[in-house]
């Protein structure tokens, strides 16, 4: 089992930056890709971006390319997103995920575990 909790979220006025935090319990935070998501008002959960347990691979959403940063720390077992350049776009909820998995996940079913979420509002 595993647990995470996000943190960082907040109001930036457009053009700003973030970083977003994600805490994972449980000793096996290498065996799990870490990832990303993000949900709008309106709208269905979207994929932004992964990185796998050796921090070698990653995999962003176009959207956000260029623009945020995934890194991950395990020996604190926490991941963290960077967020620059920030759009009234991006405003929305953003979910840590984990996914037992060693290789790059996009899909919402590929993840095992799921932060409760922190919001995001970018003012124009």
């Known amino acids: 089992q595993v647990q995470l909790v996000e943190s960082g979220g907040g109001l930036v006025q457009a053009g700003g930056s973030l970083r977003l935090s994600c805490g994972a319990s449980g000793r096996t935070f290498t065996s799990y890709t870490m990832g990303w998501f993000r949900q709008a008002p309106g709208k269905e959960r979207e994929f932004v971006v992964c990185?796998?347990?050796?921090?070698?691979?990653?995999y962003y959403a176009d959207s956000v390319k260029g623009r945020f940063t995934i890194s991950r720390d395990n020996a604190k077992n926490t991941v963290y997103l960077q967020m620059n350049s920030l759009e009234p776009e991006d405003t929305a909820v953003y979910y840590c995920?984990?996914?037992?998995?060693?290789?790059?996940?996009?899909?919402?079913?590929?993840?095992?575990?799921w932060g409760q979420g922190t919001q995001v509002t970018v003012a124009s």
């Open positions: 990185i796998n347990w050796s921090s070698d691979g990653t």
């Open positions: 995920a984990a996914a037992r998995s060693s290789f790059i996940r996009y899909r919402e079913k590929d993840y095992d575990y």
